[in-house]
T-cell receptor, first 115, second 113 residues
Framework: EAGVVQSPRYKIIEKKQPVAFWCNPI?????LYWYRQNLGQGPELLIR????????DSQLPKDRFSAERLKGVDSTLKIQPAELGDSAVYLC?????????????FGSGTRLTVV | GENVEQHPSTLSVQEGDSAVIKCTYS??????FPWYKQELGKRPQLIID?????GEKKDQRIAVTLNKTAKHFSLHITETQPEDSAVYFC????????????FGDGTTLTVKP
């Protein structure tokens, strides 16, 4: 099966500019996650979707970050305006809702550099 | 919320030796504990996982143990090889699927040939 697809792989922007990341999860995976990974740290959850519903966005900085998952498939994460501290790798992951669980499948991530 | 601590932050072993990485978690409701391997510049990949109703799970050279009472779980890699060198992350989750995972800060494992 095709993996989780993210684009772009790299993005360099000036501070205060907007930026958007796109994710296409594995077909049939109901749950989609956006994580942020700072250098030398583990991924931190930003938002979790069950189908098209955001069920956990408590750690999403809502003043500048927004996300959507139209039709419960693809998802977009946006930052506007970007700040220097937003430089990180943004990882999308998906998982299937089954009783036994199967962990996440991560995408390759988008490495954002804000200058 | 959940808090996951991972030790050590760096680990260097000789090829053929064993490596052990330990994690503790705080939320007794967590019931799913995956381990991910992340090579430099690549995505984290699931290598093994364990559910709270199981005390140990093994897959070839990799094993995971879970102590629910003490709220800690460990990754064991035997007969290490240079290609095992990577950053390893533990996570604690709850829910029917992977749910919301809280990750440790990672362990950089270096296997010296």
């Amino acid at each position: 099966e095709a993996g989780v697809v993210q684009s772009p792989r790299y993005k360099i922007i000036e501070k205060k500019q907007p930026v958007a990341f796109w994710c296409n999860p594995i077909s049939g995976h109901n749950t989609l996650y956006w994580y942020r990974q700072n250098l030398g740290q583990g991924p931190e959850l930003l938002i979790r979707y069950e189908n098209e519903e955001a069920v956990d966005d408590s750690q999403l900085p809502k003043d500048r970050f927004s996300a959507e998952r139209l039709k419960g498939v693809d998802s977009t994460l946006k930052i506007q305006p970007a700040e220097l501290g937003d430089s990180a790798v943004y990882l999308c992951a998906s998982s299937r809702y089954i009783g036994t669980g199967s962990g996440y499948t991560f995408g390759s991530g988008t490495r954002l550099t804000v200058v | 919320g959940e808090n996951v601590e991972q030790h050590p932050s760096t680990l260097s072993v000789q090829e053929g030796d064993s490596a052990v990485i330990k994690c503790t978690y705080s939320d007794s409701a967590s019931n799913y504990f995956p381990w991910y391997k992340q090579e430099l510049g690549k995505r984290p990949q699931l290598i093994i996982d364990i559910r709270s109703n199981v005390g140990e799970k093994k897959d070839q050279r990799i094993a995971v143990t879970l102590n629910k009472t003490a709220k800690h779980f460990s990754l064991h890699i035997t007969e290490t090889q240079p290609e095992d060198s990577a950053v390893y992350f533990c996570a604690a989750s709850w829910g029917a699927n992977a749910g919301k995972s809280t990750f440790g800060d990672g362990t950089t494992l270096t296997v010296k040939p």
